[in-house]
């Protein structure tokens, strides 16, 4: 299966500011998502990160405040703008690979806003 | 909106006992997969359930989807410390979609 390569693995940043987050995939793949995981609480979809276009956001998520690029198939990056604290999370991307099924997930970025 | 829910939200087991995670959607689904996240670490997609009624095992994982497609099982045999961790399900919003949401988990801790 895809391997996902994430960075930042944490930041802390002052409110006000931005951070981009990057994800690699190791191979093509077709879908690739973002989700945002509060410690201990579940994953919540954020946006599908369309190849070439602009992303598609879920409710509650717009692209002010978290735009998303995909310039090809294995590369994405979500930038968290003008952070508040409220935006403390962890954020994931993921992708469906060839198989067609299952995700795989980054290794997450642990994001503190002071 | 599209819930999926998982009882019990925490499970401490001793080692050797067995574990159910249960999963109930609000919604029918046309599937339904199974993460395993360790703590500090991320989602590990286990497996991936389609038909009605479908019983599927990995080693001492049973994974079992319901006959109405709302609601699905994960039974661990003989507990591991290994098997340590938060059990997710997910399932797909909407129908024709690789979106998925994710229910809100279970939290196994296995004492030795």
């Known amino acids: 299966s895809a391997v996902i390569s994430q960075k930042p693995s944490r930041d802390i940043c002052q409110r006000g500011t931005s951070l981009t987050i990057q994800c690699q995939v190791d191979s093509q793949v077709t879908m690739m998502f973002w989700y945002r995981q509060q410690p201990g609480q579940s994953l919540t979809l954020i946006a599908t990160a369309n190849q070439g276009s602009e992303a598609t956001y879920e409710s509650g998520f717009v692209i002010d405040k978290f735009p998303i690029s995909r310039p090809n198939l294995t590369f994405s990056t979500l930038t968290v703008s003008n952070m508040s604290p409220e935006d403390s999370s962890i954020y994931l991307c993921?992708?469906?690979?060839?198989?067609?099924?299952?995700?795989?997930f980054g290794s997450g970025t642990r994001l503190t806003v002071v | 909106g599209q819930q999926v829910m998982q009882i019990p939200q925490y499970q401490h087991v001793q080692e050797g006992e067995d574990f159910t995670t249960y999963c109930n959607s609000s919604t029918t689904l046309s599937n339904i997969q199974w993460y395993k996240q360790r703590p500090g670490g991320h989602p590990v997609f286990l497996i991936q359930?389609?038909?009605?009624?479908e019983v599927k095992k990995q080693k001492r994982l049973t994974f079992q989807f319901g006959e109405a497609k709302k609601n699905s099982s994960l039974h661990i045999t003989a507990t591991q410390t290994t098997d340590v961790g938060t059990y997710f399900c997910a399932g797909p919003i909407g129908s024709g979609t690789y979106k998925y949401i994710f229910g809100t988990g279970t939290r196994l801790k296995v004492l030795a």
């Open positions: 359930l389609v038909k009605s009624g």
């Open positions: 993921s992708a469906v690979g060839v198989r067609g099924y299952g995700y795989t």
